[in-house]
């Protein structure tokens, strides 16, 4: 599966809210990244799971939405991995296949 990296960096107690794809993984680098998921409804409450995360540490993200990431004790770096959007591998595909295919029937 291919996917779009994007390193963030942050600095001491500072916090991103970021819009971010379902499947997105996380992983932190360097420093201590607080990771507040997206809101989802557990009957009817809702909830916004929070995680903390080290070095070496990741997270996978079951539902998109907006993330909280915000740095602890000290300047972090956290690698996002989103997946691809379908529509966007569909369209690299056509425009791959189809000058192909005008070419073999002129």
Do not use: F, N
Request: aromatic share 6%; hydrophobic share 40%; charged share 20%.
């Amino acid at each position: 599966m291919t996917c779009i990296t994007t390193i963030i960096r942050l600095e001491q107690h500072l916090a991103l809210h970021i819009p971010l794809d379902a499947y997105t993984t996380l992983k932190v680098s360097t420093g201590s990244v607080v990771v507040r998921q997206p809101l989802r409804w557990l009957g009817g409450t809702v909830l916004a799971p929070i995680v903390t995360l080290r070095p070496g540490q990741s997270c996978r993200l079951e539902q998109g939405g907006w993330v909280e990431l915000r740095a602890q004790g000290g300047d972090a770096e956290v690698r996002s991995d989103r997946p691809v959007p379908v529509w966007q591998t569909l369209w690299q595909w056509l425009t791959h296949v189809l000058p192909r295919a005008t070419r073999e029937a002129a």
